[in-house]
């Protein structure tokens, strides 16, 4: 399983309104958890240290030190090479919603229990 530890999450409107209409919203899921206890804004309204959808978050994995940047982008569009992955990977559920400081944590496909800090968000403008 690749379960998520959720803790505190915002997501915006138009965020949720998308993830709302995925088919792994529905049922139990880690998306449907995230989806029934994210706080929902307005975009106007979410701080910009928030990990919101096409948002590029720099992270610091715990164990190697190693930094990545990431996009997180819906189902289909994901280009690994690039930098954007899938909001429904193991890495996408535990960083969106989080803020700057906060420590992901996710189960690798391979079963690895990985764990990592969120050192920036920058959204386009």
Do not use: H
Request: aromatic share 4%; charged share 20%.
């Amino acid at each position: 399983m690749n379960a998520v530890s959720l803790g505190e999450r915002k997501l915006t409107e138009l965020d949720y309104g998308r993830l709302i209409q995925l088919p792994a919203a529905r049922g139990v899921s880690p998306l449907a958890d995230l989806l029934g206890e994210a706080e929902v804004l307005e975009t106007s309204r979410m701080p910009q240290d928030v990990v919101t959808m096409y948002a590029q978050v720099q992270v610091e994995d715990l164990a190697s030190r190693r930094r990545s940047r990431f996009v997180l982008c819906y189902p289909g569009q994901t280009e690994p090479r690039d930098g954007y992955i899938s909001v429904l990977s193991p890495v996408g559920l535990a960083l969106i919603g989080t803020r700057v400081g906060t420590l992901a944590s996710w189960q690798s496909p391979a079963g690895a229990q990985c764990q990592a800090k969120v050192l920036a968000v920058a959204r386009a403008a």
